[in-house]
């Protein structure tokens, strides 16, 4: 079994630089996080919106994640300057093929 934490985002128009800086480091820190599985993320630009979901093994990795004092702070940057609104869900992966794959 495995889970998934969906981020929908809308950014601000502030320091979109930051943002990419911030970002890559985000998901080289996440690689290496135990219970990692692998993240997807889409953007359109035209809307400012994007879809980020990372996989993991378990609820446990999840919250480790959560708690990791880089992450808070780039969660922290992220209300004050990059997101004008967020959601954040956390669901439980029933099933899941790649193209190609046998489910």
């Given at each position: 079994?495995?889970?998934?934490?969906?981020?929908?985002?809308?950014?601000?128009?502030?320091?979109?630089?930051g943002?990419?800086?911030?970002?890559?480091?985000?998901v080289a820190?996440?690689?290496?996080q135990?219970?990692?599985?692998?993240?997807?993320?889409?953007?359109d630009?035209?809307?400012?919106?994007?879809?980020?979901?990372?996989y993991?093994?378990?609820?446990?990795?999840?919250?480790?994640?959560?708690?990791?004092?880089?992450h808070?702070?780039?969660q922290?940057e992220?209300?004050?300057?990059?997101?004008?609104s967020?959601?954040i869900?956390?669901?439980?992966?029933?099933?899941?093929?790649?193209m190609g794959?046998?489910?």
């Amino acid at each position: 079994m495995q889970y998934a934490v969906i981020f929908v985002s809308k950014r601000s128009e502030l320091d979109p630089e930051g943002y990419k800086a911030m970002s890559a480091e985000m998901v080289a820190m996440v690689s290496k996080q135990e219970g990692f599985l692998w993240v997807d993320s889409v953007f359109d630009a035209a809307e400012q919106t994007g879809i980020t979901v990372s996989y993991w093994k378990d609820l446990a990795s999840i919250k480790k994640w959560k708690g990791n004092a880089r992450h808070k702070q780039a969660q922290a940057e992220g209300r004050r300057v990059w997101y004008s609104s967020f959601d954040i869900h956390v669901t439980k992966v029933k099933r899941s093929k790649k193209m190609g794959s046998k489910l």
